[in-house]
């Protein structure tokens, strides 16, 4: 994922696609493809994603990913945060 390395140069459009990214990781999931590498890469950039940056509005983005992927293990973050 290029989202992790700053390839995407709109800070609109990274915001977009992590939060869509934490959506698809919900649906796949929920299909029973959780365990697929893209997924697993996908849900450890938004597991990480608050903790990597000091930008505000980057932890808000990683939250809503978060929030969207209704992953459990996404619940010490969210509490963390709130």
Do not use: W
């Not at 698809?24 to 608050?50: N, T």
């Amino acid at each position: 994922l290029d989202i992790s390395k700053g390839k995407i140069g709109s800070r609109d459009i990274k915001e977009s696609v992590v939060i869509i990214m934490g959506a698809l990781v919900h649906k796949l999931c929920l299909k029973g493809s959780c365990s697929l590498p893209a997924v697993m890469q996908a849900k450890k950039l938004i597991l990480e994603g608050p903790e990597s940056t000091k930008d505000e509005a980057e932890v808000q983005m990683y939250l809503l990913a978060l929030k969207n992927c209704l992953l459990p293990e996404a619940i010490p973050i969210l509490t963390k945060f709130a």
